[in-house]
């Protein structure tokens, strides 16, 4: 079963707006990440959150965590027209042994 | 680019064949892992291997297996194989976090689609 789920499961936005996507789990955490995927690609490393922490920056992303609502969310300011791709969320469950649990992912669409 | 390199990268077989999907990495990392994307499931976890000749099941293991007899080499095999298992492959590698919880980031190869007809 997903450990951990996205919502909404597609987003479609005008380039410019911000895009908020955010992901639910189900069981305790060391870390939540968050990956991209172009169409057709692998999936790329955005950002790791620790579970002790509550909020991070990279640039144009930021994330949160909030471990007491098993839920994070993914901002995305002044989206841009290649920011188009699907978005995931992973979770290292604490009994999980070097293993990555992701979610369905959402399928963000920006539009020019 | 974590050098992970996989193959091949498209095929279609017939069921009931055998297929062996290949991953090879150039960064020798311990864990390598085997993850299938479907629509509707998202990535769902095969096997993993935490070092030679140690492989663990993941949640979606029934009619996989894997094999690493080297440090560089993951493979994937379906013994015979079925439609249900059209799916695109994804081989992924861990660098491990140097801090105290820094985490477990995976880096991913491009992918394999499979077609079994």
């Known amino acids: 079963s997903q450990q951990g789920e996205e919502d909404p499961q597609a987003l479609s936005i005008q380039e410019g707006e911000n895009a908020t996507m955010n992901c639910s789990y189900k069981?305790?955490?060391?870390?939540l990440q968050w990956y991209r995927q172009n169409s057709g690609r692998g999936l790329v490393h955005l950002i790791l959150i620790r579970s002790n922490e509550r909020e991070k920056h990279s640039g144009r992303l930021r994330v949160t965590l909030d471990t007491s609502k098993k839920s994070s969310s993914l901002l995305i300011t002044a989206s841009r027209a290649a920011d188009t791709a699907s978005y995931f969320c992973?979770?290292?469950?604490?009994?999980?042994?070097?293993?990555?649990?992701f979610g369905q992912g959402t399928r963000l669409t920006i539009n020019p | 680019d974590a050098g992970i390199t996989q193959s091949p990268r498209h095929k279609v077989t017939e069921t009931g064949t055998p297929v062996t999907l290949r991953c090879h990495q150039t960064?020798?990392?311990?864990?390598m892992y085997w993850y299938r994307q479907d629509p509707g499931h998202g990535l769902r976890l095969i096997h993993y291997s935490y070092g030679v000749k140690d492989t663990d099941k993941g949640e979606v293991s029934d009619g996989y297996s894997v094999s690493r007899s080297k440090t560089e080499d993951f493979l994937l095999t379906l013994e015979s194989a079925t439609s249900s298992q059209t799916s695109v492959y994804f081989c992924a590698i861990s660098r491990l976090g140097t801090e105290f919880n820094s985490g477990n980031t995976i880096y991913f190869g491009e992918g394999s689609w499979l077609t079994v007809v």
């Open positions: 960064e020798n990392h311990r864990y």
């Open positions: 069981t305790s955490i060391n870390n």
């Open positions: 992973a979770t290292d469950a604490r009994m999980g042994a070097q293993k990555l649990v």
